[in-house]
């Protein structure tokens, strides 16, 4: 083992991986991260622990709730997955930094309805931008519980928001370049599904799975899933279970040594797949350089950092 992450530390050295490379990207259509952490972002509500401490005193900078933007250059258009409490500076950096044009989104792609990945929605009504027409791709239960639950509703009524209806593994096709794939996870579903994506491009492709309840749960092999695509974006709310005080039955996360673990003998290309996203604010790995973090990268898996571009 010592030999192997010898191995993988050198061979990074001289390698750059896919996030250091991808700040260099050119390729027109490529995906963006916007967020990483869990639905309570980092610092936390109520924390006064060492990991938001170090925020609160300047020391580290805050975390952005998970979310991934799709930027396509060459046709003028940009869509966003995740609609997080942060959504207002998130579309700030993508007009900023990546694509201005007359249009604030041309589509927001929700996964489920728990705080973090849709209620940034309100910041469409009149009370904030108040524009009209704003595409949200979502699946039928979630559909339905923005049209009939306020104050969801009224953006609904107001047209503030145009739902587009999505079906599981049925394909919408963005444009001539870029196509978008829901598949249905297993995760706590109290007011709707929820779904994870693959993004086509016209050379890569990637998986994006912020949310699940156990890879054993899913009626799909994560191993097979992740060696179909260029880059997994996965689940990696907690390192392990040491981490965890609550009942993990109430808030079912594959931890990132599970997840290691399952691709143990997996190839290096295959592993350096995997980029760990959605962290919770304990997770010692949501820290550049934690000791846990380094340790798993020198396995060959990769972590997704604020501002790591990834060309499809």
């Known amino acids: 083992m010592k030999k ?37 972002g980092s610092p936390h509500i109520g924390c006064q622990k060492d990991c938001c401490q170090s925020i609160y005193n300047g020391l ?17 258009q940009k869509w966003l997955f995740e609609a997080t409490p942060d959504i207002a500076t998130q579309l700030a950096d993508l007009e900023e930094h990546h694509l201005k044009n007359e249009s604030i989104i041309d589509g927001i792609f929700l996964t489920h309805a728990h705080i973090g990945h849709y209620t940034g929605l309100m910041y469409f009504g009149r009370e904030a931008l108040g524009k009209q027409g704003t595409k949200v791709f979502a699946m039928p239960k979630m ?7 306020g104050p969801w509703s009224q953006l609904v009524n107001l047209k503030n928001i145009e739902l587009s209806p999505l079906k599981k593994d049925s394909a919408i096709q963005l444009n001539s370049s870029l196509r978008v794939i829901p598949f ?50 996965v689940d990696a709310t907690f390192f392990d279970a040491n981490e965890v005080k609550r009942p993990i039955s109430e ?13 143990e003998n997996e190839s290096l290309a295959t592993k350096s797949k995997v980029v760990f996203i959605h962290f919770n604010h304990t997770n010692p790995a949501i820290k550049k350089e934690s000791k ?21």
């Open 4 to 40: 192997e992450i010898l191995f993988v530390l050198l061979f990074g050295f001289f390698n750059c991986s896919k996030s250091e490379t991808s700040k260099a990207i050119s390729a027109p259509q490529y995906l963006t991260v916007l967020g990483i952490a869990q639905d309570g």
């Open 60 to 76: 580290s900078k805050r975390k952005s709730v998970v979310s991934l933007g799709l930027v396509d250059t060459d046709r003028q």
């Open 143 to 149: 559909k339905q519980f923005l049209e009939t639950n």
């Open 184 to 233: 249905q996870v297993p995760h706590r579903d109290e007011y709707s599904e929820t779904v994870g994506y693959k993004i086509i491009g016209p050379n890569k492709s990637a998986l994006f799975i912020p949310d699940i309840d156990k890879w054993e749960k899913w009626d799909k092999n994560i191993v097979e899933e992740v060696k179909q695509v260029d880059y997994a974006f």
């Open 251 to 263: 808030i079912p996360h594959p931890f990132i040594s599970e997840t290691v673990s399952l691709f």
């Open 292 to 312: 846990a973090r380094k340790t798993i990268e020198a396995l060959g898996f990769q972590f997704a950092s604020e501002g790591d571009q990834y060309d499809l």
